[in-house]
């Protein structure tokens, strides 16, 4: 049996390798999972991993899978850091798209420059605003925000639901539940013709440098850190508990409206009852992927929307059901948080008896 | 009043399967470990006690089969969490992830197939007592477990031995571990009586609330039910208070739709969780009773100094 | 009953250029009558049993009846991803590609321009193109047949409907369930239930107890489980099977059910491909042509109410009764529909009002 050493100081070294070990584990699996199945590993594992990076236009989407994923992820991860557990994004990201949705319609006729900038600004207010309720119970009241957040998720998409079944239908489409185009001024232009590829990636990269300027050159930055390693000592510093509340409320609820926004101005390009399958939920998975670093969620990000777009040529060049495409997601993030281990802790054969390993 | 009863017992019905799994991730979090995978946990049990059924046409044979499926995904969970120390809250949502695949990978030839749902025991005696007969005494196997595990649970936390361990080792894993308690060994096993809870819970499903096998059948009742746990301040009686007010508040909705009371839809099922915030807030107000209940190691990684 | 073209002109309206196009109805140049592969997009998974269940029993027939490949991309949520989706089918070699749920509307018709030598075949959409047909089936037809079973069978007068989102189709089946029941008891009355979703089975079953509990002996369901029929089973009252015959979950208190069967229009429309004759259409199909199928009678149907039902899904067949031929009114008395007049498909098409009758409208 094996036996986990703790290291004097976390590897440098294997922060970097963990995840190619990972990778190199989940093929091995993915190898031995296909070939039971009786499919041709290289083909399958050619599908997941290369097949959608084929074309220009695959990397492209890429691109726009990871974008709300990347932006809520890092937004995530400071809260997280300083133990606030908002897991409401997917609400935040659904009033997001209805508020700042709900400017683009009002605005269909405008054709000026400021729409776009307007749209967006209110996306990300909305998903401010969801987000304030959840840090509101939690300073006024101190209500746990893990139920406030993930119980008013449920309410937003029913808002939403209840809007563009109503008010907002389109007024020539037939009562079916959307909501009319986005006029071209209230929708994010494409950066690379040719592809989906809109402005919404370069603010998701935006949001990553920011978030890491936040943590390495800000006062606030400093004290998520703190907060979030020891609560005493950040007491003892003078630091608000209830402000930090607030700020990674804040934050993280700008950051999933904004995300909201971007896609339904973006690949959607209007209000409709899904307007999201689960990023909010997803970008909890990221967040901590990344190891809450904004770079590693970048990465983190990529993967997981590689894995998706691996999962529909998996049933498209292979007949793979879906449900396979969830088995293998799930091996990969096993292995990939598994494999973590090895940054703090040395891996020896055991000596003697010890709780440490189950 | 002769509508009372049958809606009541509706109600039962929609609160069991959240019970256990709340029951289940209460006992994992008191013991310092968050299990977010609630839902692909519940999905398996479903899958597994449905194919036992089909196979063997046990319901005795299904009950179990849904606990071990429940259990045997929570192993992967300990293993990852426990064993390599990984975050749990991302561990757990991969388990959500692994769990509906896998569910619906196993389920493919279950599809379209029917059972009759389990068999109810009607109590001799005590079932014929009028309003309150049918109304406690005429149930399937897993409604009685609910109540009595909801007790049970009461108990082991409130009053026994090991509980008070189990407490420990949730509030101070490294003073538990000091005083010699096998901090990993227990919480491994407070995870697998998690994963087994969930695993009765999607039994239920599978078995009696809807007696078939459908592709991601759970619909989102893993989340309501480690809502409910945080609802609950870790408290297991509140967690049944939890379940059965938010099945009741749906059921509720339903009723006063055939009534007819001329608010949207989505407004009446927004219900349950607006009133569930609502009961929270009134219950959090005050601050040092929460605290004093909720695991203070709960999420964090545990290693013995060397 | 095939519809080319049905609400030209005021489609042409709402989608402009796109619908424009098709109006010259021609014909793509195409030489090659192989079909290779043909291409599915579900917004559920194949084990739903509902909507996706029954697309995908269609295309199993297709791959048996025409020996073509096919390939199928399943719980594509409709949004920014169903685009990707449609266009990966496209590129990887599928020659005509099925595009099975409403939200998929733009997407399909923005892959349809960038792909001139696919077909696409959108099911119950508005937009077409040269190369984008649509599709639906008139579910209502089936539902004014299990209406006049209802009528006849109902002991209490009231039948309860579990329903999922106020969409027009939804709205179209209650109100032609409605009008068929009280056809037969002019006393009828639907009670109906959203349970804000397609597919859960333990809400669907809970909302059909909820309507047995207040007296309601006859329920009928828009929803994709066939939990209400289990439900319907245990507390002995009749319920009608919802997109396929669901007699083994409800052996006795399956009335009937109405059946989607898409398998023929999917023959069809590949074998149209196959020898060239493929054309931008809009199928709007019901009973008469076999897209919408009426299951066999559970035992419990009589011999009498056979006979009238038979009559009348004959009579829908032929063209001889319309579900929506006046005289009826909407329960707010906005609406009115007088005797001798039917209601025209685009009124149909957007319903959005309820007749008389209807309880728990939105």
Sequence with gaps: MLQLVKRPQPSKAMTYLSPLLALAITLCAGVVMFQAMGVSPGRALHAFFAAPLASKYGWAELGVKATPLVLIGVALSIGFRAGVWNIGAEGQLTFGAICGGGIALWLHRAETGWVLPLVLLCGALGGMAWAAIPAFLRTKFNTNEILTSLMLTYVAILVLSLLVHGPWRDPGGYNFPESRDFSESATLPIILAGTRLHLGWLLALAMVGATWALLARTLVGFQVKVIGQAPAAGRHAGFSLNRMVWFCFMFAGGAAGLAGIIEVSGPIGQLQPSISPGYGFTAIIVAFLGRLHPLGVLFAGLLLALSYLGGEAAQILLGLPLAVTGVFQGMLLFFLLACDVLIHYRIRPRRRMSSAAA | ?306 | MKHQNLFRAAAQAAVGAVVGLSLGLTAISASAAEVDNVGFVYVGPVGDHGWTYAHDVARKKLERELGVKTTYVENVPEGADAERVIRQLAASGSDIIFTTSFGYMDPTLKIAKQFPDVRFEHATGYKRAYNVSTYSARFYEGRAVLGTIAGMMSKSGKAGYIASFPIPEVVRGINAFTLAMRKVNPNAEVRVIWVNSWFDPGKEGDAAKALIDQGIDVITQHTDSPAPLQVAQERGVYAFGQASDMRTFAPDAQLTAVVNNWGDYYVERVKALQNDSWRSQDTWDGIGPGMVRIAPYGDAVPAKVRAVADVIAQNIANGAVHPFAGPFKSGDGKHSVKRGEVLDDETLLGMNWYVEGVQGGQ
Aim: charged share 10%; with cysteine.
């Design chain 2, 1 to 306: 009043m002769e509508i009372l009863i049958p809606a009541i017992l509706t109600v039962i019905t929609a609160a069991t399967p959240l019970l256990y799994a709340a029951l289940g991730e209460l006992v994992a979090e008191k013991s310092g470990v968050l299990n977010l995978g609630v839902e692909g946990m519940i999905l398996l049990g479903a899958v597994c006690g449905f194919a036992a059924v089909y196979l063997t046409g046990s319901a005795a044979a299904g009950i179990f089969a849904g606990l071990a499926g429940g259990m045997a995904l929570s192993v992967v969970f300990g293993v990852l969490v426990l064993g390599f120390q990984a975050s749990q809250v991302a561990t757990g949502l991969a388990l959500t992830i692994f769990g509906i695949g896998l569910s619906a990978l196993l389920g493919q030839e279950l599809v379209g197939v029917a059972y009759q749902g389990l068999p109810k025991i009607s109590l001799p005696l005590l079932s014929k007592i009028p309003a309150l007969g049918p109304l406690l005494f005429r149930h399937d196997f897993l409604v009685y477990g609910s109540f009595a595990m909801a007790f049970a649970v009461y108990w082991f936390l409130a009053r026994s031995r090991a509980g008070l361990v189990l407490r420990a080792v949730g509030d101070s894993h490294d003073a538990a571990h000091a005083m010699g308690y096998p901090v990993v060994r227990i919480r491994f096993a407070a995870v697998l009586f998690g994963g087994g809870m969930a695993g009765l819970a999607g039994a239920y499903l599978s078995l009696a609330y809807s007696p078939l096998w459908i592709e991601n059948m759970s619909a989102g009742r893993g989340w309501i039910a480690l809502a409910l746990v945080v609802f609950a301040t870790w408290r297991p009686w509140r967690v049944f208070i939890g379940a059965y007010l938010f099945g009741g508040i749906t059921i509720l909705q339903l009723h006063a739709q055939v009534l007819g009371v001329g608010v949207p839809a989505q407004v009446m099922s927004m219900l349950p969780y607006l009133a569930t915030i609502a009961v929270l807030v009134l219950i959090s107000r005050d601050r040092n009773k929460i605290k004093l209940n909720a695991p203070a190691c709960i999420g964090k990684p545990f290693h013995p100094a060397a």
